[in-house]
C-alpha cells in the first residue's frame, strides 16, 4: 500500500480552530432572530408579519418561471440523464437561452436580477425534474463565480466577467482536496506571487460542474512575503488555462448527471488582477458566499418534500390492502400526515430565510445554516419514507418498473439523489458545530477570556467584570415570559399556542446553554453530541416559527387559511414531540460510554468483532497522492458549446 507523498501543512488544532474562527464574520450589525432564539429571546417582529416581495419582483418572477416550467416539461429527460449519468449538451444550451445562468446577476451585466425567494423556486422546479440539473445551476451561481464577485469582486471584475457568466459561462467552485475537507487550515493548493501574476499548483477534489466550467473560483495559500500578507486567497482562473486538467469525472450513488471532478493545477499562471479580495480573505469569502448561497439546497430539498407527498397521496390511494386503500391504515397515514406536515415546513423555512435574505435587515447566516440543516435531513426521512410507502416498488427502479408496464416512479433514485445533501456545503456535524459556535456568540464575547487559556490573569478579571455584568442583566430575563400567559400571540389562533411553546422553550434552550458553559467551560467545544441537539432544538423551533407565521400570511391572503393552519398545528405538535426527546438527551445519554467503545475501537479491542467476514475493498491509500507537478492523465474536461 503506497501512501500519499504530498504532505498538507502541518497544523494543530488550535491552529485550526484559529484559522476557521479568523475567517468567521465577527460583527453581528443588523438583529438576528435566530441569534435571538438561541439566547432565549423570542423576536417574532423580526419575521413577522410575513416579508412579502415587491410587485415587480413577483412579476418577473412569475414570468420567468413560467418559462422554465415550460422547458423543464418539454425540453428536460430527468430519466435519460438518470441512464446516461450526463446532461445533454441541448439541454443546458436550452437553460443558457432562457437565461437561466443569470437568474441572480443584475440586469446590468445582462442577468435576469431574480431576487434570492423566485430564484430558489426556479431550483426548486429544475430539481424536482432533475436534481443533476438544479444541482448544476445552483453551483453555478450560489456558490461559482457570479455570488463572490457580486459580494467582493472589483468593478473591472464585475465588468469583465458577469455578462459572460450570464449569458454562456459556467462556473464552478474549488476549495476541497484530497485530503482537506471542513478543516480548510491544512490548504495545501498553493499561489506563489511572480511579478503581477500568480503561480498556481496544486489537486482539488469533488469540484461540483468542475468537469464543464469555463471559469473557476480557486481558493489557494499565498506564501508570506516581502509585499505579501498571504494566506488562504480566492482566484478567478480560467478553466481552459495552460496548466489546467480535469483529471477525473467522479461517479457517484446519486446525482448521476452531476460534472464533478478532480482538478489539477501545475504551473497555472493567474494574473493578479484575477484575485477576488485582499491576500488572506479567501475563507471569509467563502463563508459569506454561503450565508445567503447555502439556500439553494434546502430549497431543492423543499422540492422533493412536494414530490414525496405527491406521490404518496396518488399511491397510497390507490393500493389497496385488506379491503381500503392504504391510506387509510393507521401505520401508512401517520407517515403520509409526516410527509404533509413537513412539506409544508420546508417551504416555510426557505421561503422565510429567502425573503428575510431579499430584505437584508436581518443577519441571516444562522437562518441559512439552519434551513440548509433542517431541509437536508428532514427531506432525507420523507424521502425514505416515500420508499416505505411505496414498497418493493418504492426499492425498485424507474426503468424497471416501466419494463414490466407501471408507473415510472424513481422513489429510490430520490433517496439516493437526496443523501449528499446531508454531506454538500458543510455536513450535518459540521453544520452543528457552525450553528452553535454562532449561537454562543454572545457568551464568547463576554466571557470567552475566562475559560482561554492563554489569556493573563488580568484580562481574565477584566472578562469576569463584563460577564457579571451581562449575566445580572440576561438571566432574571429567562425566567418568564410571554409564553406563560395565555392570551399571547392570541392573532395566530388555534397555532398561538405553539408560538408560546417556541416562547418558553427558547428560554429553556438558552438555561440549558448557560448551564452547560457552566459545567463544561473551555471543554464545551467538545461536546459536540450535546452542541448537536442544542442546534437541533432550535432548527425546530425556527421552524415552527416559520410554520406559524406562513400559515397566518396565508390565512390572510389565500383561499388556503384553514388547510394551512392545519398542516401547521400537525407539523408544530410533531415538532414539538421531538424537541421533547432532544432536551431529555442533553442529559441522559451515552455521550461518556460512547467515548470509552470509540477509544476501545481505535486500539484494536474489537477486532475480533470483525472476523467472518470479506472486505471487498481494495488495497489502495485511503487518500490518493496529490503531489504537485504536470497531470500525466488525459484532460476530460469537456466544453458545452
Same mark, same amino acid.
Given at each position: 500500500?503506497? @501512501?500519499?507523498?504530498?504532505?498538507?501543512?502541518?497544523?494543530?488544532?488550535?491552529?485550526?480552530?484559529?484559522?476557521?474562527?479568523?475567517?468567521?464574520?465577527?460583527?453581528?450589525?443588523?438583529?438576528?432572530?435566530?441569534?435571538?432564539?438561541?439566547?432565549?429571546?423570542?423576536?417574532?417582529?423580526?419575521?413577522?408579519?410575513?416579508?412579502?416581495?415587491?410587485?415587480? #419582483?413577483?412579476?418577473?418572477?412569475?414570468?420567468?418561471?413560467?418559462?422554465?416550467?415550460?422547458?423543464?416539461?418539454?425540453?428536460?429527460?430527468?430519466?435519460?440523464?438518470?441512464?446516461?449519468?450526463?446532461?445533454?449538451?441541448?439541454?443546458?444550451?436550452?437553460?443558457?437561452?432562457?437565461?437561466?445562468?443569470?437568474?441572480?446577476?443584475?440586469?446590468?451585466?445582462?442577468?435576469?436580477?431574480?431576487?434570492?425567494?423566485?430564484?430558489?423556486?426556479?431550483?426548486?422546479?429544475?430539481?424536482?425534474?432533475?436534481?443533476?440539473?438544479?444541482?448544476?445551476?445552483?453551483?453555478?451561481?450560489?456558490?461559482?463565480?457570479?455570488?463572490?464577485?457580486?459580494?467582493?469582486?472589483?468593478?473591472?471584475?464585475?465588468?469583465?466577467?458577469?455578462?459572460?457568466?450570464?449569458?454562456?459561462?459556467?462556473?464552478?467552485?474549488?476549495?476541497?482536496?484530497?485530503?482537506?475537507?471542513?478543516?480548510? /487550515?491544512?490548504?495545501?493548493?498553493?499561489?506563489?506571487?511572480?511579478?503581477?501574476?500568480?503561480?498556481?499548483?496544486?489537486?482539488?477534489?469533488?469540484?461540483?460542474?468542475?468537469?464543464?466550467?469555463?471559469?473557476?473560483?480557486?481558493?489557494?495559500?499565498?506564501?508570506?512575503?516581502?509585499?505579501?500578507?498571504?494566506?488562504?486567497?480566492?482566484?478567478?482562473?480560467?478553466?481552459?488555462?495552460?496548466?489546467?486538467?480535469?483529471?477525473?469525472?467522479?461517479?457517484?450513488?446519486?446525482?448521476?448527471?452531476?460534472?464533478?471532478?478532480?482538478?489539477?493545477?501545475?504551473?497555472?499562471?493567474?494574473?493578479?488582477?484575477?484575485?477576488?479580495?485582499?491576500?488572506?480573505?479567501?475563507?471569509?469569502?467563502?463563508?459569506?458566499?454561503?450565508?445567503?448561497?447555502?439556500?439553494?439546497?434546502?430549497?431543492?430539498?423543499?422540492?422533493?418534500?412536494?414530490?414525496?407527498?405527491?406521490?404518496?397521496?396518488? !399511491?397510497?390511494?390507490?393500493?389497496?390492502?385488506?379491503?381500503?386503500?392504504?391510506?387509510?391504515?393507521?401505520?401508512?397515514?401517520?407517515?403520509?400526515?409526516?410527509?404533509?406536515?413537513?412539506?409544508?415546513?420546508?417551504?416555510?423555512?426557505?421561503?422565510? /430565510?429567502?425573503?428575510?435574505?431579499?430584505?437584508?435587515?436581518?443577519?441571516?447566516?444562522?437562518?441559512?445554516?439552519?434551513?440548509?440543516?433542517?431541509?437536508?435531513?428532514?427531506?432525507?426521512?420523507?424521502?425514505?419514507?416515500?420508499?416505505?410507502?411505496?414498497?418493493?416498488?418504492?426499492?425498485?427502479?424507474?426503468?424497471?418498473?416501466?419494463?414490466?408496464?407501471?408507473? @415510472?416512479?424513481?422513489?429510490?433514485?430520490?433517496?439516493?439523489?437526496?443523501?449528499?445533501?446531508?454531506?454538500?456545503?458543510?455536513?450535518?456535524?459540521?453544520?452543528?458545530?457552525?450553528?452553535?459556535?454562532?449561537?454562543?456568540?454572545?457568551?464568547?464575547?463576554?466571557?470567552?477570556?475566562?475559560?482561554?487559556?492563554?489569556?493573563?490573569? /488580568?484580562?481574565?478579571?477584566?472578562?469576569?467584570?463584563?460577564?457579571?455584568?451581562?449575566?445580572?442583566? !440576561?438571566?432574571?430575563?429567562?425566567?418568564?415570559?410571554?409564553?406563560?400567559?395565555?392570551?399571547?400571540?392570541?392573532?395566530?389562533?388555534?397555532?398561538?399556542?405553539?408560538?408560546?411553546?417556541?416562547?418558553?422553550?427558547?428560554?429553556?434552550?438558552?438555561?440549558?446553554?448557560?448551564?452547560?458553559?457552566?459545567?463544561?467551560?473551555?471543554?464545551?467545544?467538545?461536546?459536540?453530541?450535546?452542541?448537536?441537539?442544542?442546534?437541533?432544538?432550535?432548527?425546530?423551533?425556527?421552524?415552527?416559527?416559520?410554520?406559524?407565521?406562513?400559515?397566518?400570511?396565508?390565512?390572510?391572503?389565500?383561499?388556503?387559511?384553514?388547510?394551512?393552519?392545519?398542516?401547521?398545528?400537525?407539523?408544530?405538535?410533531?415538532?414539538?414531540?421531538?424537541? #421533547?426527546?432532544?432536551?431529555?438527551?442533553?442529559?441522559?445519554?451515552?455521550?461518556?460510554?460512547?467515548?470509552?467503545?470509540?477509544?476501545?475501537?481505535?486500539?484494536?479491542?474489537?477486532? !475480533?468483532?470483525?472476523?467472518?467476514?470479506?472486505?471487498?475493498?481494495?488495497?489502495?491509500? !485511503?487518500?490518493?497522492?496529490?503531489?504537485?507537478?504536470?497531470?500525466?492523465?488525459?484532460?476530460?474536461?469537456?466544453?458545452?458549446?
Amino acid at each position: 500500500m503506497s @501512501a500519499p507523498t504530498q504532505r498538507q501543512p502541518k497544523v494543530s488544532e488550535r491552529e485550526a480552530r484559529q484559522v476557521a474562527e479568523a475567517a468567521r464574520q465577527q460583527d453581528w450589525h443588523k438583529p438576528s432572530f435566530a441569534k435571538e432564539l438561541f439566547l432565549g429571546r423570542f423576536r417574532l417582529d423580526l419575521i413577522h408579519p410575513h416579508p412579502l416581495p415587491a410587485d415587480e #419582483d413577483v412579476r418577473r418572477g412569475e414570468a420567468f418561471l413560467a418559462k422554465l416550467r415550460e422547458f423543464c416539461a418539454t425540453r428536460v429527460d430527468g430519466a435519460r440523464i438518470e441512464r446516461e449519468a450526463r446532461i445533454p449538451d441541448e439541454t443546458v444550451t436550452g437553460l443558457k437561452e432562457l437565461g437561466a445562468l443569470g437568474m441572480k446577476i443584475d440586469p446590468k451585466y445582462g442577468g435576469l436580477g431574480l431576487t434570492q425567494l423566485y430564484y430558489n423556486r426556479a431550483l426548486a422546479l429544475v430539481g424536482s425534474v432533475s436534481p443533476a440539473l438544479g444541482a448544476l445551476l445552483s453551483a453555478h451561481q450560489s456558490i461559482g463565480v457570479p455570488q463572490p464577485l457580486k459580494l467582493f469582486g472589483t468593478q473591472e471584475q464585475k465588468d469583465a466577467f458577469l455578462p459572460r457568466l450570464a449569458r454562456d459561462s459556467l462556473s464552478a467552485f474549488l476549495l476541497t482536496e484530497p485530503d482537506v475537507g471542513s478543516d480548510p /487550515a491544512r490548504l495545501a493548493t498553493t499561489a506563489v506571487p511572480e511579478g503581477d501574476e500568480y503561480v498556481l499548483d496544486g489537486v482539488k477534489l469533488w469540484t461540483t460542474n468542475g468537469v464543464v466550467a469555463d471559469l473557476l473560483v480557486v481558493m489557494a495559500r499565498v506564501p508570506a512575503s516581502e509585499g505579501h500578507k498571504g494566506g488562504i486567497t480566492a482566484f478567478v482562473v480560467e478553466a481552459d488555462a495552460p496548466g489546467v486538467t480535469v483529471e477525473h469525472r467522479n461517479a457517484f450513488m446519486g446525482l448521476r448527471g452531476l460534472e464533478n471532478g478532480v482538478t489539477r493545477f501545475h504551473r497555472v499562471r493567474v494574473p493578479a488582477a484575477h484575485r477576488i479580495g485582499p491576500e488572506g480573505a479567501g475563507l471569509k469569502i467563502a463563508l459569506t458566499t454561503l450565508n445567503t448561497g447555502r439556500l439553494s439546497l434546502p430549497a431543492a430539498c423543499a422540492g422533493a418534500g412536494k414530490w414525496c407527498l405527491k406521490i404518496a397521496r396518488e !399511491w397510497a390511494a390507490e393500493r389497496e390492502q385488506w379491503g381500503k386503500p392504504v391510506a387509510r391504515h393507521e401505520a401508512v397515514g401517520t407517515k403520509i400526515s409526516f410527509l404533509a406536515a413537513t412539506a409544508f415546513a420546508l417551504e416555510a423555512v426557505v421561503d422565510l /430565510a429567502s425573503q428575510m435574505a431579499d430584505e437584508d435587515r436581518n443577519d441571516i447566516r444562522i437562518e441559512a445554516a439552519l434551513a440548509k440543516l433542517y431541509g437536508s435531513e428532514m427531506s432525507w426521512l420523507m424521502a425514505d419514507e416515500l420508499v416505505q410507502i411505496r414498497g418493493g416498488r418504492g426499492y425498485e427502479t424507474a426503468d424497471s418498473l416501466a419494463a414490466r408496464g407501471e408507473r @415510472a416512479v424513481p422513489a429510490e433514485q430520490l433517496l439516493r439523489d437526496l443523501r449528499i445533501n446531508r454531506i454538500f456545503e458543510g455536513s450535518t456535524e459540521i453544520m452543528h458545530l457552525l450553528i452553535a459556535r454562532e449561537a454562543v456568540d454572545a457568551h464568547l464575547a463576554v466571557a470567552g477570556d475566562i475559560i482561554d487559556p492563554d489569556k493573563a490573569l /488580568a484580562d481574565k478579571a477584566k472578562a469576569g467584570a463584563r460577564a457579571g455584568g451581562f449575566y445580572a442583566r !440576561w438571566l432574571p430575563k429567562l425566567v418568564a415570559g410571554q409564553g406563560q400567559l395565555p392570551g399571547a400571540y392570541g392573532e395566530f389562533g388555534e397555532l398561538a399556542t405553539h408560538l408560546r411553546f417556541v416562547e418558553r422553550t427558547s428560554r429553556k434552550l438558552a438555561r440549558s446553554t448557560f448551564y452547560a458553559m457552566s459545567r463544561w467551560q473551555g471543554k464545551m467545544e467538545l461536546k459536540q453530541a450535546f452542541l448537536g441537539r442544542i442546534v437541533d432544538i432550535g432548527a425546530e423551533l425556527f421552524a415552527m416559527s416559520a410554520v406559524c407565521v406562513r400559515a397566518e400570511l396565508l390565512r390572510t391572503t389565500t383561499d388556503h387559511g384553514r388547510e394551512a393552519h392545519q398542516l401547521a398545528d400537525a407539523f408544530c405538535r410533531q415538532s414539538r414531540l421531538r424537541v #421533547d426527546e432532544l432536551f431529555g438527551r442533553l442529559w441522559a445519554n451515552t455521550d461518556d460510554l460512547d467515548r470509552k467503545v470509540v477509544d476501545g475501537v481505535l486500539a484494536g479491542s474489537y477486532t !475480533w468483532l470483525e472476523e467472518g467476514i470479506l472486505d471487498p475493498s481494495d488495497d489502495g491509500p !485511503w487518500i490518493a497522492d496529490t503531489t504537485p507537478g504536470p497531470s500525466t492523465e488525459e484532460n476530460v474536461h469537456r466544453k458545452i458549446p
